[in-house]
């Protein structure tokens, strides 16, 4: 392969802010994202914006709907969610066993239809239903066997479909069955998957939330594998200031501003390193 990887990752909405944020403010410092890059990857809330921004929203547009309260997500996760969620994913050592256990208890727990997930990720990605013309793609783990797959614009998916089973977050939604299997959360096993840009010889990444719950890689070891095997790779996630701001709760849609400014605000400061390498 030749050319650029946007890796857009996932976050919830509070991480999702934050990618807005990071998205604006290299937009601002004059990095074209969109159209600088071949292909955009794009998993769980890097899903719902990856597909918004190959759709023709600037990022500007994408954050300041975050400042103004636009795009919000009613996610209420319990302390029984979480316990659920933290017992099934780290119940294991083995990678596989842990993203299986997963996908049981994702199965198993009594979440509601999934015309909730569609419905939600309709709202957020608006008028955008098409697949881009350009190359977008978009991670989902399959449910049934734990391996994170691709859809794009010859998957024969939609990109409602797409989006909504990269954005079906374990024990919280249920999994969503498209083409005939049900799917989960794109970021179950790898919360960006830099895996997927394997061959691109420049990658900017960017991650929310660095690691994924359990004996996964993080989205750095991923990106250390990608520089060894030839690429320029970049990997933006939140500095401790941005942390501090975005919580523990990543859906806690009272910290969703504050996110994106920090987001916007630390990328002005990396603006210049990141450029080195999507422009050089």
């Known amino acids: ?9 996932g976050g919830g909405p509070v991480g999702g802010a934050w990618l807005t944020g990071v998205l604006a403010g290299l937009a601002e410092a004059g990095i074209d994202l969109d159209d600088g ?3 955009v990857i794009g998993t769980s809330a890097g899903a719902v914006f990856g597909s918004r921004l190959r759709s ?6 994408l954050y300041e709907r975050q400042l103004s309260g636009a795009d919000a997500v009613r996610l209420p996760v319990t302390v029984r969610q979480t316990a659920r969620f ?20 994702a199965s198993d727990a009594r979440t509601g239809p999934q015309s909730n997930v569609f419905d ?8 955008v239903r098409a697949w881009p013309e350009r190359e977008l793609r978009i991670a989902a783990v399959d449910a049934q066997n734990g391996r994170t797959e691709v859809f794009d614009s010859r998957s024969g998916a939609t ?3 797409a989006v909504a089973a990269s954005c079906a977050v374990p024990v919280v939604w249920p999994p969503v069955t498209v083409r005939g299997r049900r799917w989960m959360d794109g970021g179950s096993r790898s919360t960006a998957n830099l895996q997927l840009a394997r061959g691109y010889p420049r990658v900017l990444a960017v991650a929310p939330v660095p690691r994924a719950v359990g004996p996964h890689p993080s989205a750095s070891q991923q990106a250390a594998e990608l520089s060894d095997a030839g690429a320029r790779v970049v990997l933006l996630s ?10 523990r709760n990543m859906a806690d849609d009272a910290r969703r501003a504050a996110a994106a400014r920090a ?12 450029a080195a390498v999507w422009q050089g």
């Open 159 to 161: 990109l409602l479909e």
């Open 238 to 247: 939140p500095d401790r200031t941005a942390r501090r701001v975005m919580g």
């Open 1 to 9: 392969m030749s050319g650029t990887a946007l890796v857009l990752g």
């Open 263 to 274: 987001g916007y605000a630390q990328a002005r400061g990396l603006a210049p390193s990141v």
């Open 56 to 61: 023709g929203a600037p990022a500007a547009e």
């Open 86 to 105: 933290l017992w099934a994913a780290l119940g294991s050592r083995d990678p596989q066993r842990s993203v299986e256990r997963l996908a049981r208890a």
């Open 120 to 127: 939600t990720i309709g709202g957020l990605l608006g008028d």
């Open 37 to 39: 890059a071949d292909v």
